[in-house]
């Protein structure tokens, strides 16, 4: 069982950078693939980020590429997605996710946190 609550969302002008964080419960955050998902009103989930458990591979989906870093802290159980140079089109619930195994589906999500990127 894992929990994880994100944090760090907030209003931001576009050109602007967040810092969001998830804080994870239960088992380390070194024992899974942690991730990161968005999902603006009306659109279906798209992947952003995910870490490898050990923190040695990441992978960034399309839309944010170049523009956002994955990254952990494992004394704090802890996950962040540092985004930069943010549009209006990023605005969306983002929400952090874990899985076992890069062969598995993300089986853990948080609650998610609201970024509102404006022009």
């Known amino acids: 069982q894992v929990q994880l609550v994100e944090s760090g969302g907030r209003l931001v002008q576009a050109g602007g950078s967040l810092r969001l964080s998830c804080a994870a419960s239960?088992?380390?955050?070194?024992?899974?693939?942690m991730g990161w998902f968005r999902q603006a009103p009306g659109k279906e989930r798209e992947f952003v980020a995910e870490e490898s458990l050990n923190g040695v591979k990441m992978y960034y989906g399309e839309s944010m590429k170049g523009r956002v870093t994955i990254s952990r802290d494992n004394a704090k159980n802890t996950v962040y997605l540092q985004m930069n140079s943010l549009k209006p089109e990023d605005t969306a619930v983002y929400y952090c996710a874990a899985r076992a195994s890069s062969n598995s589906k993300h089986e853990y999500w948080g609650q998610g946190t609201q970024v509102t990127v404006s022009s």
């Open positions: 239960g088992p380390t955050v070194t024992t899974y693939h």
